[in-house]
């Protein structure tokens, strides 16, 4: 089964920004929507983005997303310390019927 | 508030069968999909299947076909993962969701494969 593929990590400075990038091909980011999803250590990932760009209730506008063809990145801005989990993207793939996640990025803050 | 929440944790011999449960509440259980999600250890996220709650259509991962059956009781709003033949590698732990996106989440379920 496809995944889209994330850097394994990333970091910065606490108030600095750091993206993520997922590629992936046009049967799911090229066609569909990505969201994007955050679990903290040892508990259940939690919704962050959704429709690319979107940002649910109570999430806080030093996240974002965008989109790119086949490729998307969450941006998160003014770093802090409680930011420090893994951030997964995710996105329906039409030609496997099935819904498909990014490998997953650590977010290390220095 | 919508909440999804998972039966507790299992201990199964490699062979075995476990079903998971993900009790619904907070909105009507038959307007979205359910989906399942399994994360082994210090894994990425893996997409399992999903069930159309209102119409009961379901659509499973190549990876499981033929090992995973999901179904749902629309009367109390609760859908079930059933995973088969286990072997010590589904050790992980089993979240459900609800929709696309997938919000919110279960707390999970882990099931622990050992002899």
């Known amino acids: 089964q496809s995944v889209l593929t994330q850097p394994p990590s990333v970091s910065a400075a606490p108030g600095q920004k750091v993206t993520i990038s997922c590629s992936g091909t046009t049967s799911n980011i090229g066609y569909n929507y990505v969201s994007w999803y955050v679990q903290l250590p040892g508990t259940a990932p939690k919704l962050l983005i959704y429709?690319?760009?979107k940002r649910p209730s109570g999430i806080p506008d030093q996240f974002s997303g965008s989109k790119s063809g086949t490729s998307a990145t969450l941006a998160i801005t003014g770093l802090q310390t409680g930011d420090e989990a893994d951030y997964y993207c995710g996105s329906w793939d039409s030609g496997l019927s099935a819904y498909v996640f990014g490998t997953g990025t650590k977010v290390t803050v220095l | 508030q919508v909440q999804l929440v998972q039966s507790g944790a299992e201990v199964k011999k490699p062979g075995a069968s476990v079903k998971v449960s993900c009790k619904t509440s907070?909105?009507?259980?038959?307007?979205?999909?359910i989906h399942w999600v399994r994360q082994a250890p210090g894994q990425r996220l893996e997409w399992m299947g999903w069930i159309n709650a209102g119409n009961g259509n379901i659509q499973y991962s190549q990876n499981f076909q033929g090992r995973v059956t999901i179904t749902r009781d629309t009367f109390a709003s609760t859908a079930y993962m059933d995973l088969s033949s286990l072997r010590s590698e589904d050790t992980a732990v089993y979240y459900c969701?609800?929709?696309?996106?997938?919000?919110?989440w279960g707390q999970g379920t882990l099931v622990t494969v050992s002899s």
């Open positions: 969701a609800r929709g696309v996106p997938l919000d919110p």
């Open positions: 429709d690319n760009n």
């Open positions: 907070g909105y009507t259980f038959s307007s979205y999909s």
